[in-house]
């Protein structure tokens, strides 16, 4: 168990929906960060929260966006979904503001089907 | 973030070591060299990480080499267990880990 909790396991919607993903970091960490695995495109950083504030942004679509808390919890929200967007996606959190010298820990994931 | 180049696939018997291979020859002085792995159905999980010198933990031993343009993961000995996909990665300036294609173990009783 690394720590971080992820909710829900999964997620079935229709396309045009919008859903939100939820991730609780592991207790202390302030970064929490975002991906997206699909089987063409393997694992994609989407983005990272530091301490509430935004910090970093990879490959995240205009309709996807996200948001760190006061508790540091972390939503990601996907709007106008498409049939592209059914993958795995995963949270992962750090003590500091970034991967470089530190581990980060991942969560089990939100595997989330658009039919 | 420099780039790393991996082996497909590797398969190793359970019980003997396994040495994946990164090649990294794009490396700067100041990336970290991390590896990840990822059992089936599970998220990332790390597994050492270091910047020069060589590096064991209770999971495995990073061995660096000298002018840091190639590095091994070192599985002592190889569980059934151990099979998944192994990342190599470097970091820098980059806030977040750039997950390529790895290298996929299998392990084999």
């Known amino acids: 168990d690394s720590g971080v909790t992820q909710t829900p396991k999964h997620l079935i919607t229709a396309t045009g929906q919008r859903v939100t993903l939820r991730c609780s970091p592991r207790?202390?960490?302030?970064?929490v960060y975002w991906y997206q695995q699909s089987l063409d495109q393997g694992l994609q950083f989407l983005i990272q929260?530091?301490?509430?504030?935004?910090?970093a942004k990879g490959n995240i679509l205009e309709r996807f966006s996200a948001q760190q808390f006061p508790d540091l919890h972390s939503e990601l929200n996907l709007s106008s979904l498409e049939l592209g967007d059914s993958a795995l996606y995963f949270c992962?959190?750090?003590?500091?503001?970034?991967?470089?010298?530190?581990?980060?820990?991942f969560g089990q994931g939100t595997r989330l089907t658009v039919v | 973030d420099a780039k790393t180049t991996q082996p497909n696939s590797m398969e190793s018997n359970e019980e003997e070591p396994v040495h994946l291979p990164c090649n990294h020859s794009t490396i700067s002085g100041t990336d970290y060299i991390h590896w990840y792995r990822q059992l089936p159905s599970q998220g990332p999980e790390y597994v050492i990480h270091?910047?020069?010198s060589n590096v064991n933990n209770r999971m495995a031993s990073l061995a660096i080499a000298e002018d840091r343009k190639s590095s091994t993961l070192i599985l002592h000995r190889a569980t059934l267990r151990d099979a998944a996909v192994y990342y190599c990665i470097l970091l820098n300036s980059g806030y977040a880990l750039n997950f390529g294609k790895g290298t996929s173990l299998l392990v084999t009783p």
């Open positions: 992962a959190s750090s003590v500091g503001g970034g991967q470089r010298n530190t581990e980060a820990f």
């Open positions: 929260y530091y301490n509430g504030e935004e910090r």
């Open positions: 270091g910047l020069t």
């Open positions: 207790s202390g960490d302030l970064s």
